[in-house]
């Protein structure tokens, strides 16, 4: 078999940098970054204006002041909710499986590096609940809405019902996976950057955020080591299954807004949301495709990659 070297350039040191420097760079090692002295403020915002697709819709804007807050407020529970749903069901089971069957015993560094990325994920999971049972408690909300997963999340399930073979439903989470894990910044920045939000949200996606950028490295890294270590077979699946899953993250998903506008009895929910869809306004970048387009060049399969790896402008919430 061809070694990763031979392949593609693998950056090992910079690797071997982050392995090193992840107790001081990661949440889960100071669990006391993710307390902000700032009291909740009941005038603030749960969740950006700006990353609500129809805000700015003359039907949302003729709501009450509280209902449009209800929304925001039910926009970042169901943000949370979809970013513990990717975690949990998408990207934790494909980091397993890249790291015990995908690296081999010479691979240490890369290893190691998963597993430090595990261990992350798992504490953004715990973050990311306790987002939601603190905002409930703060905005003391009844019971829970009943919000759709999204669209990329169902795209996959879907895509792993028609494969046969085991290797291929793993291999198709680790390709959502590399996807999510590797482009995901550019929407955790828009939430970490905004001063307007409750500052214990921020926070919230600031620490995310942060995990964030040193696994876009490193699954860039390991994703090169992995794909060295495919069969031919592996890496033609891999490859197509790539482009399927590129396209699923760029899929339009207005299912969970249309799910709090109709749950919280906004009569016009329908028309506002058929309205936008077809207008797009207020587009923000919310995903970065850069670093996956330098990943396919480097892996030499760019050109079999279906897909347009310029900035999404899209303006529906990312998971
Ligand atoms: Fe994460
Ligand atoms: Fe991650």
Same mark, same amino acid.
């Given at each position: 078999?061809?070694?990763? /070297?031979? /392949? ?34 009941? #005038? ?12 700015? %819709?003359?039907?949302? =804007? ?9 929304? *925001?407020?039910?926009?970042? /529970?169901? +943000?949370?909710?979809?970013?513990? #749903?990717?975690?949990? $069901? ?5 980091? &397993? ?24 994920? %798992?504490?953004? #999971? @715990? ?28 795209? *996959?399930?879907? $895509? =792993?019902?028609?494969? &046969? ?17 590797? &482009?995901?910044?550019?929407? $955790?920045?828009? *939430?970490?950057?905004?001063?307007? /939000? ?9 620490? %995310? ?5 040193? %696994? ?10 992995? +794909?060295?270590?495919? =069969? ?6 891999? #490859? ?5 899953? $590129? ?6 998903? +207005? ?5 709090? @506008?109709? =749950? ?50 899209? &303006?529906?919430?990312?998971?």
């Amino acid at each position: 078999m061809e070694t990763a /070297i031979e /392949i593609v350039s693998v950056d090992h040191q910079l690797v071997i940098r982050l392995n090193q420097a992840w107790s001081k760079r990661a949440t889960v090692c100071s669990p006391a970054k993710a307390d902000v002295s700032e009291a909740f403020d009941p #005038t603030r915002a749960d969740y950006p204006e700006r990353l609500v697709p129809f805000f700015h %819709h003359p039907a949302f =804007q003729a709501l009450s002041e509280e209902l449009k807050s209800s929304v *925001l407020t039910w926009g970042w /529970i169901g +943000y949370n909710l979809r970013t513990v #749903t990717a975690e949990e $069901l998408v990207v934790n089971p494909a980091l &397993s499986v890249i790291a015990n069957q995908y690296l081999g015993p010479d691979d240490w560094h890369f290893r190691e590096a998963m597993q430090q990325a595990l261990i992350d994920e %798992h504490y953004h #999971t @715990l973050m990311h609940l306790r987002a939601v049972e603190r905002t409930r408690a703060e905005r003391k909300l009844g019971a829970m809405l009943d919000l759709p997963p999204s669209v990329t999340y169902l795209r *996959l399930k879907a $895509l =792993q019902q028609e494969l &046969s073979e085991p290797w291929q439903q793993d291999m198709a989470a680790i390709t959502f996976a590399v996807v999510a894990e590797i &482009s995901v910044n550019a929407f $955790l920045d828009l *939430l970490a950057d905004d001063q307007s /939000i409750q500052p214990q949200n921020r926070l919230v996606a600031e620490l %995310h955020n942060r995990d964030e950028y040193a %696994h876009s490295k490193v699954l860039a890294e390991v994703a090169k080591v992995m +794909y060295a270590n495919m =069969q031919p077979e592996q890496r033609a699946f891999f #490859t197509r299954t790539l482009s399927q899953a $590129l396209s699923a993250f760029v899929a339009q998903d +207005y299912s969970m807004w249309e799910a709090i @506008l109709s =749950q919280l009895g906004v009569e016009q929910a329908r028309q506002i949301i058929d309205e936008t869809r077809e207008s797009n306004r207020n587009a923000t970048i919310m995903r970065d495709y850069s670093g996956l387009h330098r990943l396919a060049e480097d892996l030499g399969i760019g050109a079999q990659i279906d897909f347009d790896f310029r900035p999404t402008l899209k &303006s529906e919430a990312a998971a």
